[in-house]
T-cell receptor, first 113, second 118 residues
Framework: GENVEQHPSTLSVQEGDSAVIKCTYS??????FPWYKQELGKGPQLIID???NVGEKKDQRIAVTLNKTAKHFSLHITETQPEDSAVYFC????WGTGNQFYFGTGTSLTVIP | GAVVSQHPSRVICKSGTSVKIECRSL??????MFWYRQFPKQSLMLMAT?????????EQGVEKDKFLINHASLTLSTLTVTSAHPEDSSFYIC??????????????FGNGTRLTVT
């Protein structure tokens, strides 16, 4: 089955700096890669996703890049703000099926004011 | 965007009692729902997958007689923790997808239920 690894497990950055979280996956059949933000005591919220037919997607301060050959994808947050502090999870799945999502182990991001 | 409502957000119960958690999709048809369990500072552990009108599919190691899942309609799935014990204390999160039509739908999560068994 699919195995998703995520690094780093914790990340601290100064407000205004950029944060990068990386994930790798093992199953070449995976073609859909969402990122979720989970605040304390809440469920994960989808913040951005990418399908394997594109290499990069951007939404304001958040961007995701995908390297299919190397089987890794990354979340980039620019101009970080204290409200970006949360746990971020990457996931991999096969778009268009009822297959489950395979989650990374999470990255706890702290943005220091 | 799609909204998944989960209730209750917190519940405390005594050992031996049963607890029901509801998960509703508010603006889409949740043909497939997933139930996760999350321990502190850990990732999401899939417990079971339920399709509307069908029996749930449980992951290995999850007791189906203890964690009863009912997905009777396209907008509601319930998880009942039967004869709860302190080791069942955890954060339970449901999620839903709309797989009608083109099978293209991201996964949306509820806000979770913090279960504490005393």
């Amino acid at each position: 089955g699919e195995n998703v690894e995520q690094h780093p497990s914790t990340l601290s950055v100064q407000e205004g700096d950029s944060a990068v979280i990386k994930c790798t996956y093992s199953d070449s059949a995976s073609n859909y890669f969402p990122w979720y933000k989970q605040e304390l005591g809440k469920g994960p919220q989808l913040i951005i996703d990418i399908r394997s037919n594109v290499g990069e997607k951007k939404d304001q301060r958040i961007a995701v890049t995908l390297n299919k050959t190397a089987k890794h994808f990354s979340l980039h947050i620019t101009e970080t703000q204290p409200e970006d502090s949360a746990v971020y999870f990457c996931a991999a799945s096969i778009w268009g099926t009822g297959n489950q999502f395979y989650f990374g182990t999470g990255t706890s991001l702290t943005v220091i004011p | 965007g799609a909204v998944v409502s989960q209730h209750p957000s917190r519940v405390i119960c005594k050992s031996g009692t049963s607890v029901k958690i509801e998960c509703r999709s508010l603006d889409f048809q949740a043909t497939t729902m997933f139930w996760y369990r999350q321990f502190p500072k850990q990732s999401l552990m899939l417990m079971a997958t339920s399709n509307e009108g069908s029996k749930a599919t449980y992951e290995q190691g999850v007791e189906k007689d203890k964690f009863l899942i009912n997905h009777a309609s396209l907008t509601l799935s319930t998880l009942t923790v039967t004869s709860a014990h302190p080791e069942d204390s955890s954060f339970y999160i449901c999620s839903a997808r709309d797989l009608t039509g083109h099978y293209n739908s991201p996964l949306h999560f509820g806000n979770g239920t913090r279960l504490t068994v005393t």
